[in-house]
């Protein structure tokens, strides 16, 4: 008998992403065969089998967007834009969809800003000042009131390579510092892609926190300011921001499940704790979170594979705006201290496949991982029946957290239509279960744990076997269940070909 979950995910017709070098979204047959965990990203860590270390991923010469970096410049002048407050029956209007398990956490909503709509209203308002080193900045300021973070969404008509952007909040004494050919090559992915219209050509600057961000463009000598085409025509106000989302004993932290269980809880699962990072993207101007994992390949590369979820991330364009949260939990069990080695990515990624049939999003970040992160060992194996399992997630968007249990099921699970926020699974046999069903004894998921990898024991290790569609477990429900889209049965139709193009493991 089947069962009717919902996850209010937009879904994405299986397949491959047009330009990108996926595969099919079909399925595969099973092959019986794991490979190792990686390791630390730039040193040998005794904790994993396998050390590897990162490969140089940006070749431009501009400076790396990885974290918040002390400013180059002296403060510039900006012109200042004021939204207003927003209206926070919009807000409210939407809080009774995060009640629902499997959706991606909305943590922000599109605003429309007039002043910076068009090419020339833009470059109306930017204020070209010397610099000391002959060229030439200005700064644009906008103010979206009572947000608690804010993504400004850059149109991009024309932008000279040389430039570097800084994005800021006004008075911070550290910017985002962002090469301009860092912004063009975002852009290039979207266009290869296929997506050449005006939401492909927007960039989306990482996230500051507070209701105000400063966008601000420097250009080297000799390079005029003709060559500046960008417009500012929508920011994403969060509402709910990655950065200050709280923890035990805040007023946060009452939203989220009480069953919920740190990470720090259970040791034994602390080198995958390091693998999973708290994804944040935009797609038109919504803001959402997500979970996703850092993948080891067989040969040990080094190169930055990333999985998450199909109803998260399904096109390049939405994989262009990801920023990855790495380390965000407590430092104890229910502790209220956050991990000092916290820290953010931007940069985006390249979406190498996306399927609906497994809700597979495979993802290679444009940024280098933090030190201490681990790349996830895997499995092809058929996944076994009654196996121990564990999934690593972010519950709202909240810290951290671990559920435990067992794999109990294979299950087939489709879209009830084409626009359907439901989806139904059924148990069904082996050989035709693009998912498995997994069940917890402690904690559970919710939103904002979408794409969450479900880690079984396989002899001594853990590996990845799969990542969270959604489904009717909760805190007041802990026996519901939890679809996981099948690793080995995307891994047969497509991702070996980039984790193993070999077809073995070593």
């Not at 501009?62 to 400013?71: D, H, K, V």
């Not at 105000?212 to 463009?217: C, K, P, V």
């Not at 709280?246 to 740190?262: H, L, P, Q, W």
């Not at 996830?376 to 559920?403: C, K």
Request: glycine residues 12%; contains cysteine.
């Amino acid at each position: 008998m089947g069962h009717t979950w919902n996850r209010l995910g937009l879904l994405a017709v299986a397949g491959v992403v047009a330009g990108c070098g996926g595969g099919s979204g079909g399925d595969g047959g099973g092959s019986a065969a794991v490979c190792p965990a990686g390791g630390n990203v730039t040193a040998k860590s005794a904790s994993v089998e396998t050390p590897v270390q990162a490969e140089s991923l940006r070749q431009t010469a501009g400076t790396s967007a990885s974290a918040l970096q002390p400013r180059l410049v002296q403060p510039v002048s900006a012109r200042a834009i004021a939204l207003g407050d927003l209206a926070q029956a919009k807000v409210a209007a939407v809080k009774p969809l995060l009640a629902q398990q499997g959706v991606p956490q909305q943590i922000g909503l599109p605003r429309d800003v007039a002043a910076t709509g068009t090419v020339a209203a833009t470059r109306a308002l930017l204020q070209w000042q010397a610099t000391a080193t002959g060229g030439q900045v200005a700064a644009i300021s906008i103010d979206s009131g009572l947000a608690v973070g804010l993504r400004l969404g850059v149109l991009v008509k024309s932008l000279p390579a040389s430039a570097t952007l800084r994005v800021y909040a006004q008075g911070a004494a550290k910017a985002y510092t962002i090469a301009a050919q860092d912004v063009l090559d975002n852009l290039a992915r979207n266009r290869a892609a296929g997506d050449t219209s005006d939401a492909g050509r927007t960039y989306w600057a990482p996230m500051v926190e507070g209701a105000e961000a400063t966008l601000e463009i420097e250009l080297p000598a000799q390079v005029s300011t003709a060559g500046v085409e960008i417009a500012i025509p929508s920011v994403s106000h969060l509402f709910s921001s990655p950065l200050t989302v709280a923890k035990a004993g805040n007023v946060a932290k009452a939203a989220v499940g009480s069953c919920e269980v740190d990470t720090a809880c259970d040791p034994s699962y602390a080198t995958e704790s390091n693998s999973v990072a708290r994804m944040s993207f935009v797609k038109s101007g919504i803001a959402f979170v997500c979970t996703g994992t850092l993948v080891n390949d067989a040969s040990g590369s080094g190169t930055p594979y990333f999985l998450g979820a199909n109803h998260c991330i399904s096109t390049q364009s939405e994989a262009s705006t990801l920023e990855t949260w790495w380390f965000y939990r407590a430092t104890s069990c229910a502790g209220p201290t956050l991990d000092a080695k916290a820290t953010t990515r931007i940069g985006g990624a390249t979406l190498l496949y996306a399927s609906a049939s497994t809700d597979t999003s495979f993802m290679r970040l444009a940024d280098s991982p933090p030190t201490g992160a681990v790349f996830a060992g895997w499995s092809v194996a058929t996944p076994t029946l009654g196996a121990a399992a564990a999934s690593l997630h972010f519950p709202q968007g909240s810290w951290q957290s671990i559920s435990t249990g067992a794999i109990k099921s294979f299950l087939s699970c489709t879209s009830l239509s084409a626009n359907s926020l439901d989806f139904s699974c059924s148990a069904t046999s082996q050989a035709a279960g693009n998912f498995v069903n997994a069940q917890f004894t402690s904690g559970s998921t919710e939103t904002g744990s979408s794409g969450a990898p479900l880690f079984a024991s396989i002899g001594s290790g853990h590996y990845l076997v799969g990542q969270l569609y959604g489904g009717s477990s909760s805190c007041s429900n802990p026996s519901g269940s939890n679809a996981y889209g099948r690793f080995d049965v995307a891994y047969n139709a497509a991702l070996g070909r980039w984790l193993a193009p070999s077809g073995s493991c070593p």
